[in-house]
């Protein structure tokens, strides 16, 4: 008996990807921040760092189908249309990544990662206006709930103010924080606009090679802005000045870019695998995990507040997830077709 259809599997191994670089990601970013790390570009930049780490997978794909793609003679899946457009996207993670990194120098995880949550609403919106995401009421509930959840976390947010932030600076991590969340949500919609209208069947190879594009483009976009900032000369003298010395700086940085990079593997593969609202309820129920290991790992408090909020996060995905596999249930089985090659994703 088949519990788990390979679509569903798909979806759980990138879920798995996501929480791992959004939970282990911010806490090691958050890290460089509080022992002395001051370059926001670098940091911005450890979140596609590990993009070359795609080209393993990809090979992997290449040499899967090899004889598919002898026969066809067409092994670079994305067409000129989706790799402009992925190209776009990868632009606009750069900025957003950039935002998120400004948010996170100045504010503590707890809030930073409240202030994240908001892109759920603003990828329900999104994903609304551009992909004509039907809403049902069980997505309904549980966009509420989350939203209701970091309301409720927001009510903790002066006790975790570090020890010295000018007032001036903690309102700019707030309003960098929120416009990252904004953009974000439209960045996810956009992704899974380019989905729909990629004009070629939808496939694991092809999946692979949208991330490594977007990656690339956030990347370099990224590089840019370090050359002009003149960050990678100030790479070493920071090492050398980091509070938990140079070998563990190093640590935190490159843990923090293979963390990173498997968030946006994760982000983009429930997007392609699933929905860009799932991706939103996901991630909105990973800010209120944040909260226990940002209280194991760094100097913030677990207060009843945050417990509440975790309460209700985790009913709220549960009613997604509720709703999601009730309406699988109740659609007609896709029909055979013979092709086990690759397996198409739907949306």
Known sequence: MKFLSFKSLVVIINCVFLAVGQIGGVIL???YFLHGGKRKWLSSYLLTAGFPCLLVPIF?????????????????????????????LGLLLG???????????????????????????????????????KMTHYSVNAVVLMTFGSVVL????????????????????FFMTIAGAALHGF??????????????????????????????????????????????????????????GPTKYYMIVGFGAIALQLMIMGSLGVIFSSSALLLGIFTSLLVAVQQVFSVIFLPESFSADKLL??????WGFASYFYGDYKAGREKPPAPVTGDNDEEHQEV
Not at 66 to 80: D, E, H, M, S
Not at 120 to 127: D, E, I
Request: glycine share 8%.
């Open 309 to 314: 909020s975790l309460a209700i996060c985790i």
């Open 29 to 31: 970013i958050r890290l």
């Open 187 to 244: 960045i996810v919609a956009g992704v899974e606009y380019a989905h729909l209208h990629a004009g070629v069947p939808v496939t694991n190879g092809l999946v692979l090679q949208v991330q490594f594009v977007i990656s690339m483009f956030s990347a370099l976009f990224c590089i840019v802005a370090m050359i002009i900032n003149k960050d990678f000369q100030a790479i070493s003298k920071e090492a050398g000045e980091f509070g938990l």
């Open 60 to 88: 992997i794909s290449f040499a899967k189908n090899r004889a598919k793609a002898a026969a066809n003679r067409r092994r670079v899946l994305v067409t000129p249309r989706l790799f402009a457009s992925s190209a776009f």
């Open 95 to 133: 900025v957003d990544s950039y935002l998120y990194t400004f948010g996170m120098s100045y504010l503590p995880v707890s809030i930073s990662s409240l202030l994240s949550s908001t892109q759920l609403a603003f990828t329900a919106v999104f994903a609304y206006f551009i992909v004509k995401h």
């Open 154 to 173: 927001g009510l903790h947010m002066g006790g975790d103010r570090p020890e010295g932030e000018s007032d001036g600076r903690y309102k700019m991590g």
